[in-house]
Protein backbone atom coordinates (compact mmCIF):
# COMPACT_ATOMS: atom_id res chain seq x y z
CA UNK A 1 0.00 0.00 0.00
CA UNK A 2 2.88 2.77 0.99
CA UNK A 3 4.41 1.92 -2.79
CA UNK A 4 1.65 2.15 -4.40
CA UNK A 5 0.71 6.00 -2.23
CA UNK A 6 4.44 6.99 -3.24
CA UNK A 7 4.05 6.31 -7.15
CA UNK A 8 0.78 7.87 -6.82
CA UNK A 9 2.30 10.98 -5.57
CA UNK A 10 4.63 11.21 -8.35
CA UNK A 11 3.35 13.69 -11.19
CA UNK A 12 3.04 11.67 -14.29
CA UNK A 13 5.25 13.80 -16.24
CA UNK A 14 8.01 12.36 -14.25
CA UNK A 15 6.72 8.74 -14.56
CA UNK A 16 6.22 8.99 -18.19
CA UNK A 17 10.44 9.91 -18.52
CA UNK A 18 11.89 7.47 -15.23
CA UNK A 19 14.10 4.98 -17.51
CA UNK A 20 13.95 7.25 -20.91
CA UNK A 21 16.35 10.08 -20.07
CA UNK A 22 15.89 13.70 -20.66
CA UNK A 23 13.07 14.35 -23.65
CA UNK A 24 14.79 15.98 -26.45
CA UNK A 25 15.11 15.69 -29.72
CA UNK A 26 18.55 16.66 -31.47
CA UNK A 27 17.30 20.24 -33.71
CA UNK A 28 16.07 18.96 -36.99
CA UNK A 29 17.89 21.63 -39.06
CA UNK A 30 21.07 20.65 -37.81
CA UNK A 31 20.94 17.02 -38.66
CA UNK A 32 19.25 17.45 -41.82
CA UNK A 33 22.39 19.90 -42.46
CA UNK A 34 24.79 17.50 -41.70
CA UNK A 35 22.84 15.32 -43.41
CA UNK A 36 23.10 17.23 -46.50
CA UNK A 37 26.80 17.55 -46.44
CA UNK A 38 26.92 13.93 -46.70
CA UNK A 39 25.57 13.47 -49.70
CA UNK A 40 28.07 16.59 -50.72
CA UNK A 41 31.24 14.84 -49.38
CA UNK A 42 30.09 11.79 -51.70
CA UNK A 43 30.32 14.18 -54.69
CA UNK A 44 33.42 15.34 -54.09
CA UNK A 45 34.42 12.02 -53.62
CA UNK A 46 33.56 11.48 -57.02
CA UNK A 47 36.00 14.13 -58.50
CA UNK A 48 38.77 12.75 -56.55
CA UNK A 49 38.09 9.34 -58.19
CA UNK A 50 37.73 10.83 -61.53
CA UNK A 51 41.38 12.86 -60.74
CA UNK A 52 43.14 10.34 -59.59
CA UNK A 53 42.06 7.97 -62.08
CA UNK A 54 42.66 10.63 -65.13
CA UNK A 55 46.39 10.81 -63.61
CA UNK A 56 47.21 7.37 -63.24
CA UNK A 57 46.80 6.99 -67.13
CA UNK A 58 47.90 11.06 -68.32
CA UNK A 59 51.24 10.97 -66.31
CA UNK A 60 53.50 12.58 -68.45
CA UNK A 61 50.38 15.48 -69.42
CA UNK A 62 49.98 15.76 -65.43
CA UNK A 63 53.71 16.75 -64.76
CA UNK A 64 53.36 18.74 -67.92
CA UNK A 65 50.79 21.05 -66.76
CA UNK A 66 50.95 21.17 -63.16
CA UNK A 67 54.21 23.00 -63.46
CA UNK A 68 52.20 25.68 -64.58
CA UNK A 69 50.69 26.06 -61.25
CA UNK A 70 51.20 29.21 -58.97
CA UNK A 71 52.36 27.13 -56.32
CA UNK A 72 53.18 30.31 -53.43
CA UNK A 73 49.85 32.14 -54.52
CA UNK A 74 47.24 29.13 -54.35
CA UNK A 75 49.14 28.65 -50.82
CA UNK A 76 48.09 32.10 -49.53
CA UNK A 77 44.60 32.06 -50.87
CA UNK A 78 44.56 28.46 -49.11
CA UNK A 79 45.77 30.17 -45.70
CA UNK A 80 43.34 32.43 -45.88
CA UNK A 81 39.72 30.33 -46.80
CA UNK A 82 41.55 28.31 -43.30
CA UNK A 83 41.93 31.33 -41.22
CA UNK A 84 38.16 32.43 -42.32
CA UNK A 85 37.10 29.11 -40.50
CA UNK A 86 38.61 30.68 -37.21
CA UNK A 87 36.86 33.48 -37.38
CA UNK A 88 33.60 31.87 -38.23
CA UNK A 89 33.92 29.92 -35.55
CA UNK A 90 34.67 32.68 -32.86
CA UNK A 91 31.39 34.29 -34.43
CA UNK A 92 29.34 30.87 -33.81
CA UNK A 93 30.52 31.07 -30.20
CA UNK A 94 29.06 34.62 -29.49
CA UNK A 95 25.89 33.64 -31.09
CA UNK A 96 25.48 30.81 -29.07
CA UNK A 97 26.08 33.53 -26.09
CA UNK A 98 23.66 35.42 -27.81
CA UNK A 99 25.65 38.53 -28.56
CA UNK A 100 24.50 39.57 -32.29
CA UNK A 101 26.84 42.49 -32.16
CA UNK A 102 29.80 44.19 -30.41
CA UNK A 103 29.18 45.87 -27.23
CA UNK A 104 31.96 48.65 -27.68
CA UNK A 105 33.91 50.40 -30.15
CA UNK A 106 34.69 48.47 -33.18
CA UNK A 107 38.38 48.54 -32.45
CA UNK A 108 37.84 46.35 -29.33
CA UNK A 109 38.01 43.19 -30.89
CA UNK A 110 37.03 41.57 -27.66
CA UNK A 111 33.27 43.62 -27.42
CA UNK A 112 32.69 41.83 -31.28
CA UNK A 113 29.15 40.22 -31.93
CA UNK A 114 28.52 37.23 -34.01
CA UNK A 115 27.83 40.15 -36.94
CA UNK A 116 31.79 41.42 -36.90
CA UNK A 117 33.51 37.91 -36.93
CA UNK A 118 30.64 36.75 -39.95
CA UNK A 119 31.52 40.30 -41.74
CA UNK A 120 35.24 39.31 -41.56
CA UNK A 121 34.98 35.60 -42.29
CA UNK A 122 32.41 37.04 -45.35
CA UNK A 123 35.67 39.19 -46.44
CA UNK A 124 38.41 36.05 -46.00
CA UNK A 125 35.73 34.50 -47.99
CA UNK A 126 35.29 37.04 -50.71
CA UNK A 127 39.44 36.86 -50.80
CA UNK A 128 39.78 33.65 -51.53
CA UNK A 129 37.30 33.32 -54.24
CA UNK A 130 39.02 36.95 -55.63
CA UNK A 131 41.89 35.28 -56.13
CA UNK A 132 40.37 31.77 -57.99
CA UNK A 133 39.35 34.04 -60.54
CA UNK A 134 43.01 35.36 -60.61
CA UNK A 135 44.55 32.13 -61.17
CA UNK A 136 41.65 30.90 -63.81
CA UNK A 137 42.93 34.14 -65.84
CA UNK A 138 46.25 33.13 -65.55
CA UNK A 139 45.97 29.76 -66.12
CA UNK A 140 43.89 30.43 -69.44
CA UNK A 141 46.51 32.66 -70.13
CA UNK A 142 49.05 29.82 -70.09
CA UNK A 143 46.34 27.57 -72.08
CA UNK A 144 45.28 25.44 -69.75
CA UNK A 145 40.96 25.77 -70.17
CA UNK A 146 38.39 23.55 -69.65
CA UNK A 147 38.80 22.04 -72.89
CA UNK A 148 42.06 21.98 -73.56
CA UNK A 149 42.55 18.77 -72.12
CA UNK A 150 42.20 16.21 -69.74
CA UNK A 151 43.98 18.33 -66.67
CA UNK A 152 42.18 21.51 -67.43
CA UNK A 153 38.61 19.52 -67.59
CA UNK A 154 38.88 18.03 -63.99
CA UNK A 155 41.00 20.84 -62.44
CA UNK A 156 38.61 23.84 -63.27
CA UNK A 157 35.51 21.20 -62.61
CA UNK A 158 37.05 19.99 -58.89
CA UNK A 159 38.08 23.91 -58.23
CA UNK A 160 34.98 24.96 -59.66
CA UNK A 161 32.39 23.43 -57.96
CA UNK A 162 34.24 23.72 -54.83
CA UNK A 163 34.43 27.87 -55.59
CA UNK A 164 30.68 27.35 -56.33
CA UNK A 165 30.21 25.93 -53.07
CA UNK A 166 31.91 28.58 -51.38
CA UNK A 167 29.85 31.81 -53.20
CA UNK A 168 26.82 29.94 -51.76
CA UNK A 169 28.29 29.80 -48.11
CA UNK A 170 29.07 33.79 -48.71
CA UNK A 171 25.69 34.20 -49.74
CA UNK A 172 24.60 32.40 -46.45
CA UNK A 173 26.80 34.88 -44.55
CA UNK A 174 25.05 37.62 -45.76
CA UNK A 175 21.55 36.16 -44.99
CA UNK A 176 22.59 35.57 -41.49
CA UNK A 177 24.27 39.19 -41.11
CA UNK A 178 21.32 40.91 -42.52
CA UNK A 179 18.85 38.74 -40.14
CA UNK A 180 20.96 40.51 -37.09
CA UNK A 181 19.79 44.06 -38.18
CA UNK A 182 16.17 42.96 -38.43
CA UNK A 183 15.72 41.05 -35.23
CA UNK A 184 15.92 43.02 -31.90
CA UNK A 185 16.20 40.04 -29.91
CA UNK A 186 18.86 36.98 -30.95
CA UNK A 187 17.04 34.06 -29.49
CA UNK A 188 18.30 30.43 -29.89
CA UNK A 189 16.34 29.98 -33.47
CA UNK A 190 18.74 33.19 -34.99
CA UNK A 191 21.48 31.40 -33.43
CA UNK A 192 20.98 27.73 -34.82
CA UNK A 193 20.57 29.36 -38.30
CA UNK A 194 24.42 30.92 -37.64
CA UNK A 195 25.67 27.32 -36.17
CA UNK A 196 24.43 25.04 -39.12
CA UNK A 197 26.16 27.95 -41.70
CA UNK A 198 29.43 27.66 -39.76
CA UNK A 199 28.99 23.62 -40.69
CA UNK A 200 28.92 24.52 -44.05
CA UNK A 201 31.53 26.80 -44.04
CA UNK A 202 33.84 24.09 -41.86
CA UNK A 203 33.06 21.43 -44.76
CA UNK A 204 34.04 23.80 -47.89
CA UNK A 205 37.15 24.48 -45.87
CA UNK A 206 37.96 21.06 -44.68
CA UNK A 207 37.51 19.87 -48.78
CA UNK A 208 39.70 22.69 -50.06
CA UNK A 209 42.86 21.14 -48.05
CA UNK A 210 42.45 17.65 -49.59
CA UNK A 211 41.58 19.43 -53.26
CA UNK A 212 44.89 21.42 -52.67
CA UNK A 213 46.84 18.71 -51.24
CA UNK A 214 46.19 17.09 -54.50
CA UNK A 215 46.12 19.33 -56.96
CA UNK A 216 49.21 21.49 -55.67
CA UNK A 217 51.37 19.46 -53.68
CA UNK A 218 51.44 15.71 -54.64
CA UNK A 219 53.47 15.89 -57.52
Known amino acids: MTDVATASAIPSSAVATVGHGPATRPNMVAVGTIVWLSSELMFFAGLFAVYFQLRSVRGELWAEQVEKLNLPFATINCIVLVVSSVWC ?22 SWGMREWYVLTYLFGSFFIAGQVM ?28 GLHVTGGLLAFLLIIGRTFTTRRYTHANATGAVVTSYYWHFVDVVWIALFATIYILR
Do not use: C, P
Open 135 to 162: EYAELVHENVTLSSDAYGSVFYMATGFH
Open 89 to 110: QLGVWKAERGQKARTGSLLDIR
